[in-house]
């Protein structure tokens, strides 16, 4: 398999390499371990009767979970794309493209993101890009993908890291505004695992953002990722900052963008508690990124399958007949994620 030469995919290399390293070491605890479901004996449902199809805005999806945004744009990391379309379309989740700028910039790395759209001709797919974009460039996001919908990173704390990553930050708001009026289709916007605070969600909703996803620490973590890719300066002190997707879910203001969450989904489980806090689907990447790393569609397929299967047995136990149903589990908040409500003057 070839290395890319030029420093841009040099970055996608190694983004892959390092946050598939992260998920043989993951957090030992996460704020997902603070959510307890409270157990009701008697509550239990049909499995057979369990529906996983759930309303995103104007789209049905066939289930609360989806591909997130990693990665595309070298031949490395193509083949990881191709697998993780095919367990997309084999599942009909839908599923994100890392960045896309770097196609943009260099059209000859298209391909390694339109194998995506190519081998799920009829699945849901969504185009990210970075905030600082034009509304022009994002217009050719959506179209190199014939995207349904496109995600917009926000990454100050990587950019941060980052030897080459912008130091000036004060552009994007009305970068973003200018999307969203632009966009052909709906914008979903993200963070990559820092967390989307109450300010900030309430800024994005007076901007018109219908979709949020809160991704939030605890998962992959990028400033550990880029603090491994630059020599001399240390900002390991970075590392595991942020709010979590939990403390983010519960923190959001009403009205708020539509919810998704990320940030450390490991388990279907997981995905049952963003839903239960409020999201209306959870994003995986790292624990989607470890099946797929090889390249071996049938792995990753059979592991989304696995979670789908999971999901269904967990509706089933507590009770929901659908997702949205979920919003009516019995929550305990234990430790770091309680004393986050405390300090926030959460009840
Ligand atoms: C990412 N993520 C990401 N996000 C984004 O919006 N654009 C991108 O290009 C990338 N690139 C990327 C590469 C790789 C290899 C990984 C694992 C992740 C961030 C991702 O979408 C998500 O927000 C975080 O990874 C947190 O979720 P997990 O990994 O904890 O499930």
Known sequence: MTESASPSGRRKDDHLRLAHDQQTAPVARTDFDDVQILHHALDGLDADRVRLD???LEWTWRAPVYINGMTGGTDRTARVNRALAIAARETGIPMASGSVGIA??????????????EENPDGFVMANLGIGRSAEEARRAVG????????????AVQETVMPEGTRDFSSWPRALEAVVAA???PVLVKEVGFGLSRRTLTRLHDMGVQLADVSGVGGTDFARIEDARRPGEDYSFLAGHGQSAV???LDAPDPSPTLLASGGVRTPLDVVKALALGAR?????GAFLKPAYSGDAEEATAVIRGWLSQLTELLALFGADDPAALTRTDLLLRGRVREFCELTGLD
């Open 247 to 249: 403390c983010s879910l």
């Open 183 to 185: 966009a052909p289709v």
């Open 104 to 117: 943009l910039d260099d059209p000859s790395t298209a391909p390694g993101f339109r194998v995506i759209r």
């Open 144 to 155: 190199l993908l014939e995207a349904d919908a496109l995600q917009v990173h926000l990454n």
């Open 281 to 285: 689907a959870a994003g995986v990447a």
């Open 54 to 56: 759930v309303e995103v």
